[in-house]
């Protein structure tokens, strides 16, 4: 990207292309040119611990797949322009430039790993057997260079001791001035040591040199216990001087430095740097060109009630470059920043959408079965290896096929038009396509059959390629035979095939958010502002939620004024009714038209809302703490207590406060850390400095979970004299009231001696508790943890939706979260709720599973067996399945003792069909 | 319902290895719900056997049929017009259902394709436990609604023995004291004093011991 | 009190005597030497010694026949019935064999389950429960009418007892359960093997209150532990057996070869402060194939010599 | 990824493991095939939530009646990869073919033919 000019909705974008010298449009992604390419270069995917060819594919997931040529190394032998049949090769390609007109950006141009080269004490680059964590994901994953096998780079040994060192390049302003901390090195770490245990053949010996574990985010806390207590990886709270290499084996000796200053030294056969996270210099250069302001670690500089928007209006960001942040963080956040943009674009939403005609069905059930055969060369992918005339004139024998034809690329255009004649001169009502995978090109194929009037469930592919061509190129006459019987599993299938009916349901295009809080209320405007009618439900007197007991942002923002802002914005909205005191009663219904029935008001009356989506944000609050005195004495507070007193009476009359972390989190009834507890400390610690300097403040901690750019207070902290002493969990402080003050004792690390210090208060840092949604997920049936969290569809690909379809889920009702981190989030529900809402009506998927009614036994296997609670027995005493809410998976139909239930495109008849042609005549 | 166990394969083929045309008869009730018998496992052990046979170089003949119910006449009359095509019949039904089978088909040999346990309920798919003996004299007016006779290993009608340890049997310290329950639902239900009421010896007429029983009901007969 | 029956043991207790019984498991074998051999060893320092009946569920020679061999040589018995194996018929018949052999003091049990036996295969039959054969007892003695209601020819004269478990769960069933078999028609109880003192005594305690202890003799069961090992496995492995840690760790806290002598000692010492218990009327030691010690219990608890009632 | 792999697989596509019931795998063995297995995602890790881990029950209970009737319990199998995991598939492909030929043809071959002689 050169340069953005314009204004937001109107801006123009200036890009530069760089040539590929493969046209991606031609190119079928079918590897022949990088096959013979006699040129070998450094495979940077593997972070150069492997090779690859000059003409290559970045790697197998590459979207778009297709060929590139690396220009720097290609020798221009042009055996490649030879090979390939889609003509796909253009030497000549030349750098282009062009404009593009778009209403608003969003940028998310990444990270890149920190660089230690430059770290002489850790030996990387020096010493063979130190791997950054980026390379050593390599080398654990199946793609990588050992194909997963856990080996060393030296020796290709297996390692038997592994060390990992954290904070490379992150919480460290002396040697690379990244004073941020990457929040993301300790799961990963964590994560590759549990990986390389499972990989390792013997009892491998994983150990994380630490200054903090910071598993902050959901569930992480429990996936560090389970590393620790049952894997046994070791967590050793340190910091490490310098890795020496024993020559005569390889070998890494790490000497370190214990909680308790001593020096010591232990052996590893191979060290990973936990390298944290950088904005690289490109991204800066590009943010320059761009006037995006840059914070002092060049992450971009956002308002943390603004989290996704750049200094430059309709310019947005996400991922990294706003901020240090793991997957479910910048996926959460891409959606976000696509409803920050959308809000802008909502008049124009679907006005470039061209609609598709498609003719009436032809009936075929009364007719004679006619199947048409179209076997693909896929230019040489296939025909290289498997005689295709062969299984073309084998599949022109099979029962019921009257046509077989053969094409060089049967996905081309050309062909596909060619096809649509073929099947309606010759009355096809069956197709079978003799290609690739269905994976990508089914839907293709099938549109090719709706043109012509044919049903698209009436097709079916043999995946002689993928499966065949690709994977026996070596045998030309063992593929060719099974290309035959892959091309007579289809034919069989394909006759027993059935037209079905993809139901339409219209979409009910306003939604509910329950909760009005700051997500809650986010999320509302992120829909009302596309235009959608939104109603929001709360069940206390006022919107808000727990953020009107909260005051400041670490950053110092005001909270309370832009709470009054937000309510100002969401109750004047023409597009938001918010119905507060209510409560839900009632759910029923189906992605795109639910109905809720809600008690509103002190005066209980029941109301009805039809509705499309659900956005829950039910939120959380500050755990009641039963430990430390709270409640018994008034000199016990809460930091939200706390935070409160310093607005209203400052902190001159308090000269000595002590504050406890992790009370009511990271213990056996919580297992999970509350995220959002250290920095509250640090926060209102900073602010009793600054109303009083001399006060004296200990933070007794066990972790300091300052992530992000969140360390940086933390750094200041310790800067302003405030004292961070760390417990461990089975010898917690002990608290007693005395006349003089609350006396706190508890073990400094370092001395490894007692201390007691008499505070004026003694903050508690509570953690987070769910809001009570026990009664609303029974109603709505949707899924907690132990917690009482919600429980989002897939952790890093689905992170705000639930598995039930239509449900969104933000804020806190998640898991504990800061303000920007939950508006965030609210955006990006409101996001993933308008693909949904800015349809009028959705197509479902005909592969829904169905009952005969005849013989339901009514024995209720489907109803418990059911991962999505679809069937139930109904008022005729037998099992039904809504096939709107059918997710098509078929397990009852295999759990069913009476054999009642089919789903349809994979009956039994149509799936043991071609077992039985696969084994005609075997026995 | 009535609660039945697959027979092993093993045992099955040991009845009817030396037959040539089977009938593998399902019913689609009791023993469908606790998925012993339904129409699912005839289609699995008549698959098996086909294969059992072929293996032993044995030309057998299989067939398949679930009937909605054992137990009754109309039911089992649906077959009345192919039995005789077969040796012998496989039936998948509870030890009722392969008696009735039996007596209607008098000169066709029937074997049982499941064991029969007791009757019970489902505590989750996959669960099964006992709750009643049929003893024909329901006490569980006087237990508090949990029925020693079925859910105590001595049926002990003036329980618990002093076996019971941590609300657990003696036998299996993982099956229910069934006289803790009662203790804790009498609780429960403000009745604790009842405990104290000593339980008659039981009149063990109407079960089993009274030779097998009938219930003939004037009433709805004609 | 005035006694009901010509048991001697019966006479010993309402004559306000401490009473001591014990018991012999019958061989699993034919040879009636192994329990007339028992029964010499502590018949001098016993009033009364149980016949176990097929204890554990294990075969064994029978209770009755048992009994019988210890009538011959001068011993008094005490039938131990279980209702696991016999019906009502058989019961009463036995009861009545008994009876013939003047056998005068029976003990009405229910049984281990044949989980734990030799025969874990086998039927039981529990037709009647224990409480139930206490009623079937004592009304052949005090009708003098079978079950069915018929009259019998010279009822059987016995005095009935049961056992108790102080332990077993639910606890707070144990004195009300007490309070049934009492309503039942027991005049004794020998209860389980007590080595939790303080659990022992609340019992009693709440026994007493209820004033059952004035309606029943009840006599404290005892058995002493011959090593470490032992209480160990009583403590995991017996049903409804409570064995506290710290008697576990007194056993374990001596050498192997002074266990048995400790295990002695806490049984002595266990009498010692039962005797001073309120509503203790007597012990029932049970040295399980140890009985050449029960002397030395008895004597050392200062129960020897024993009445001469007869 | 191309990688190669024995040619004596021929993969039947399903929605989900979930679908795959006990009398597919022994229908498959009765018409023939020398050895059956199934391939379902990690577990922990199945878009329908359970599926594989029902699959995984299936194939043993078939395993068991394979093994009473004399065709051999070995001969069904259950594996589980991550669908980015070619090699492991690959890998998977060749254990399972080994196994197979280790065990030999399905000996409903041989009987049928001796019937048939």
Redesign the interface.
């Known amino acids: 990207m050169e340069s953005i000019e314009g204004e937001p909705g109107d801006f123009k974008v200036t890009l530069t292309s760089y040539p590929r010298y493969i046209d991606p449009i031609k190119c079928t992604g079918c590897g022949e040119c990088a096959k013979r390419c006699p040129v070998t270069a450094i495979n940077m995917y593997n972070l150069g611990l492997d090779d690859r060819k000059a003409t290559y594919i970045e790697y197998p997931q590459a979207v778009p797949l297709a060929f590139a040529i690396d220009i720097d190394t290609c020798i221009g032998c042009g055996l490649c322009e030879m090979m390939c049949l889609a003509k796909a090769i253009n030497y000549e390609d030349n750098e282009k430039k062009s404009t593009i007109c778009v209403g608003a950006v969003i940028l998310s141009p990444g990270s890149e790993g920190f660089d230690p080269s430059g770290m002489d004490v850790l030996g990387y680059g020096k010493f063979a057997n130190v791997v950054t964590s980026e390379e050593f994901e390599r080398i654990l994953s199946a793609s990588g260079p050992y194909r997963g096998h856990l080996m060393r780079t030296l020796d290709r040994e297996a390692p038997k001791k592994i060390a990992w060192i954290q904070c490379v390049g992150s919480r460290d302003v002396n040697l690379c001035g990244n004073g941020y901390c990457s929040s993301v090195c300790c799961m990963y770490a964590v994560k590759e040591a549990m990986i390389a245990k499972e990989h390792s053949h013997d009892d491998l010996d994983c150990a994380i040199f630490n200054m903090d574990i910071r598993s902050f985010g959901k569930d992480y806390e429990k996936y560090y216990n389970r590393a620790k207590d049952e894997h046994g990886v070791r967590f050793i709270k340190s910091r490490v001087h310098t890795i020496n290499e024993d020559s005569t084996t390889g070998d890494l000796v790490i000497r370190y430095t214990d909680e308790s200053g001593q020096t010591n030294e232990e052996t590893f056969s191979m060290v990973v740097l936990s390298v944290g996270l950088q904005i690289p210099e490109s991204v800066t250069a590009l943010a320059r060109r761009l006037d995006i302001e840059l914070n002092n670690y060049n992450f971009a500089v956002t308002d943390p009630f603004a989290p996704v928007n750049s200094s430059r209006p309709g310019i947005f960001v996400s991922g990294v470059f706003q901020g240090p942040k793991d997957i479910p963080g910048s996926v959460t956040e891409a959606s976000a920043a696509a409803c920050a943009a959308g809000t802008k674009l909502a008049e124009a939403r679907g006005t470039d959408t061209k609609t598709i005609e498609i003719p009436a069905e032809i009936d075929v059930l009364e007719t004679e079965t006619r199947i048409g055969v179209f076997v693909c060369n896929c230019g040489i992918n296939i025909a290289g290896v498997v005689d295709v005339p062969a299984v073309a004139d084998y599949a022109a024998t099979l029962p019921y096929v009257v046509f077989v034809d053969q094409n060089l690329f049967t996905c081309s255009q050309d062909t596909q038009d060619k096809m649509k004649e073929v099947i309606k001169e010759n009355n096809l009502n069956r197709v079978v396509v003799a290609s690739c995978t269905p994976r990508t090109h089914e839907p293709l194929f099938q549109e090719t059959l709706q043109a012509c009037g044919l049903n698209k469930y009436l097709f079916e592919m043999a995946n002689i390629r993928d499966q065949d061509s690709w994977v026996h190129a070596n045998d030309p006459e063992a593929a060719t035979e099974k290309a035959k019987d892959l091309v007579r599993m289809a034919v069989a299938r394909a006759g027993l095939l059935k037209p079905l009916k993809e139901k339409k349901i219209s979409i009910n295009r306003r939604a509910l958010v329950i909760g009005g809080g700051v997500a809650g209320m986010n999320a509302a405007l992120g829909l009302a502002d596309q235009g959608f009618d939104v109603v929001i439900v709360e069940k206390e007197a006022q919107l808000g939620g727990l953020s009107r007991d909260l005051t400041v942002t670490i950053e110092g923002a005001d909270i309370q004024r832009y709470l009054l802002e937000l309510v100002d914005r969401v109750t004047g909205h023409e597009k938001i009714q918010v119905l507060t005191e209510s409560l839900i009663v009632g759910f029923s219904g189906f992605k795109g038209n639910f109905t809720t029935e809600i008690m509103v008001g002190p005066g209980m009356y029941e109301r009805k809302i039809d509705h499309g989506v659900v956005i829950l944000a039910t939120g959380a609050n500050e755990y009641k703490p039963e430990e430390y005195l709270y409640g018994q004495d008034y000199r016990v507070v809460t930091q939200i207590e706390l935070g409160k007193r310093l607005e209203v009476k400052g902190a001159d009359d308090i000269s000595k406060v002590v504050m406890i972390q992790c009370v009511g989190s990271r213990n056996e009834k919580n297992q999970n850390c509350s995220r959002v507890c250290c920095q509250s400390a640090v926060k209102n610690a900073l602010h009793i400095k600054e109303f009083n300097p001399d006060a004296e403040i200990y933070i007794l901690y066990r972790d300091m979970r300052m992530y992000g750019l969140l360390e940086d207070y933390y750094t200041e902290a310790r800067q302003q004299g405030i004292i961070f002493s760390r417990f461990s969990q089975d010898n917690p402080p002990n608290v007693e009231a005395t006349d003089e003050g609350i006396a706190v004792t508890f073990k400094d690390h370092i001395l490894q001696r007692d201390i007691s210090i008499t505070a004026d208060l003694l903050a508690l840092s509570a953690g987070m508790v769910a809001e009570d949604t026990e009664e609303l997920a029974s109603i709505l049936k949707l899924p907690r943890n132990e917690e009482g969290y919600f429980i989002e569809a897939h952790v890093k690909l689905r992170p705000v939706d639930l598995a039930n379809e239509g449900v969104f889920l933000c804020g806190t009702a998640h898991s504990p979260k800061l303000i920007s981190e939950a508006i965030s989030q609210a955006l990006a529900a409101a996001s993933r709720a308008t693909i949904f809402l800015s349809q009028s009506e959705i197509t479902l998927s005909a592969v829904t599973a169905r009952v005969d009614p005849d013989l339901c036994a009514a024995c209720l296997v489907c109803v418990r067996a059911c991962p999505y609670e679809v069937p139930r027995i109904n008022e005729e005493g037998v099992s039904e399945i809504d096939v709107a809410l059918c997710h098509g998976c078929g397990i009852c139909a295999a759990e069913c003792p009476a054999k009642a239930i089919e789903l349809d495109w994979y009956e039994d008849d149509q799936v043991m069909s071609k077992v039985e042609a696969l084994l005609e005549g075997v026995l | 319902m009535i609660v039945a166990e697959k027979k092993p394969v093993e045992e099955i083929i040991d009845y009817v290895k030396d037959f040539k045309k089977l009938l593998i008869a399902g019913c689609n009730e009791c023993v469908t719900v606790c998925e012993a018998g339904g129409k699912k496992e005839v289609g699995i052990l008549a698959s098996a056997l086909r294969m059992y046979f072929l293996n032993e170089g044995k030309k057998v003949e299989i067939d398949e049929v679930t009937l909605e119910r054992q137990c009754d006449h109309e039911y089992l009359e649906e077959i009345r017009d192919r039995i005789d095509k077969y040796d012998a019949v496989l039936s998948l039904a509870c030890g009722v259902g392969v008696q009735f089978m039996a007596e209607k088909y008098f000169s066709t040999p029937v074997f049982p394709g499941v064991n029969t346990c007791f009757l019970g309920a489902a505590e989750e798919r996959g669960v099964w436990s006992e709750r009643c003996q049929a003893c024909g004299q329901c006490i569980l007016g006087e237990t508090a609604g949990i029925c020693p006779i079925s859910r105590c290993a001595k049926r002990l009608l003036n329980g618990p023995c002093g076996g019971s340890t941590k609300g657990k049997c003696e036998i299996n310290k993982d099956l229910d004291c069934a006289w803790q329950l009662i203790i804790d639902r009498l609780k429960e239900l403000n009745r604790l004093d009842d405990y104290e009421k000593i339980m008659p010896i039981k009149d063990w007429s109407t079960e089993r011991a009274g030779g097998p029983r009938k219930v003939v009901r004037e009433d709805v007969r004609l | 009190m005035s006694t009901k029956t010509p048991s001697k043991l019966e006479k010993i207790l309402s004559a306000g005597h401490m009473a001591v019984t014990s018991e012999c498991g019958p061989p699993r074998g034919s040879d009636s030497e192994d329990i007339t051999k028992k029964a010499e060893m502590i018949k001098n320092h016993v009033d009364a010694i149980n016949i176990t009946d097929n204890q554990t569920s294990v075969t064994r020679l029978c209770s009755l026949a048992s009994c019988i061999h210890l009538k011959k040589m001068g011993v008094e018995p005490t039938l131990q019935m279980v209702t696991?194996d016999r019906n009502?018929i058989a019961l009463q018949s036995d009861i009545l064999g008994a009876a013939s052999f003047d056998i005068y003091n029976i003990l009405c049990l229910?049984?281990?389950?044949q989980?734990?036996g030799d025969c874990p295969q086998g039927q039981?039959v529990?037709?009647?429960?224990?409480?139930?054969l206490i009623?079937?007892v004592r009304q052949m003695r005090d009708e003098g009418k079978f079950?069915g209601g018929d009259d019998i020819n010279r009822p059987p004269q016995m005095f009935v007892g049961a056992?108790?478990?102080p332990f077993?769960?639910?606890f707070?069933?144990r004195v009300?359960r007490l309070?049934?078999k009492i309503?039942?028609g027991v005049e004794f109880i020998q209860t389980?093997c007590i080595y939790n003192l303080e659990k022992f005594e609340l019992w009693m305690k709440q026994a007493c209150d209820r004033g059952l202890h004035e309606k029943v003799y009840i006599l404290a069961g005892v058995t002493p532990f011959k090593s470490a090992g032992m209480a160990k496995y009583m403590k995991n492995r017996v049903?409804?057996m409570d064995v506290p840690d710290d008697v576990v760790k007194r056993m374990s806290g001596v050498p192997k070869e002074n266990q048995a002598e400790e295990g002695i000692n806490i049984c002595v010492e266990t009498i010692q402060r039962l005797k001073e218990v309120e509503g203790v009327k007597g012990f029932h030691i049970m040295a399980i194939e140890w009985e050449d010690k029960v002397p030395e219990i008895v004597e050392r608890t200062g129960l020897y010599p024993r009445p001469d009632i007869s | 990824m191309r990688i190669n792999y024995p040619g004596t697989i021929r993969i039947i596509r399903l929605p989900c493991t979930g679908k795959v019931d006990v009398i597919h795998i022994l229908r498959a063995f009765e018409k023939g095939a020398d050895g059956v297995y199934v391939v379902g995602c990690l577990e922990g890790e199945c878009r329908f939530s359970n599926g594989n881990l029902r699959a995984k029950k299936r194939i043993e209970q078939a395993q068991q009646i394979l093994d009473a009737i004399g065709i051999g319990g070995e001969r069904a199998q259950m594996y589980n990869l991550s669908s980015a995991d070619g090699p492991r598939f690959a890998e998977y492909a060749v254990e399972m073919t080994e196994k197979i030929k280790k065990l030999g043809p399905n000996p409903l071959k041989k009987a049928k033919e001796k019937m048939a002689a």
């Open positions: 696991r009502r229910s049984g281990d389950h989980n734990f039981n529990f037709d009647i429960d224990s409480i139930q009623q079937t079950l056992a108790a478990n077993a769960d639910p707070e069933i009300p309070a049934k309503a039942a389980q049903p409804g």
